[in-house]
């Protein structure tokens, strides 16, 4: 009896446990995509065509985001989506001061979002970071290579080697949902 027990016990908790990980898999990680996702996935839930596809690169232009026209790269290991980059640089038509006040928008949309960031800065690049348990998302910006730049990233913190870790356990609900970020 005390074995039957147990056993209803532990198909329990699988139970559990599966059910758990299968609810925290289908929250998106970022915009509408799950860490650990395809191309071909990540390619089903945007509405543009990629400018560029490449082996472990997808790359959109022409994005909006927060009243702005941007760029997006989904980066993957493998077939294994394990970062995102909204990315916007100087040109002809985008000044330093545009750099500047899309960062200034976009780091009090997270703020709002995530909370306060961690500031740091290397170099000419200022940094922001934020985490939640399945992500870090940097705000980068600063005058690099060929002029000033902003990128926002999103990492994949429960990724190894490409492919996605169980999902953390961790219940997480930002402080206020704003599209895109």
Known sequence: MRSYLIGVVACIACLYATTVNLHAQQTPDFR?????LRPKEVRETETLKPSSVKREKLTYTGVPLADRTVGLDYDFNGDS???A???LYTTASVTKD???AASAEF???LNAKYGPGKKSLLGDVRNTVWQTPRTQINLSVGNVDRGWSLEVQYLC???TE?????PAQTTFKP????KDF
């Not at 490409?162 to 169980?166: L, S, T, V």
């Not at 402080?175 to 704003?178: A, E, S, T, Y």
């Open 162 to 166: 490409g492919q996605p870790k169980a």
């Open 175 to 178: 402080r206020k949902d704003i």
């Open 157 to 159: 913190r429960v990724c």
């Open 81 to 83: 989506l394990v970062s």
């Open 107 to 109: 780091e009090a949309l």
């Open 98 to 100: 545009d750099i500047m």
């Open 32 to 36: 509408a995509v799950r860490w650990g």
């Open 85 to 87: 980059s909204y990315f």
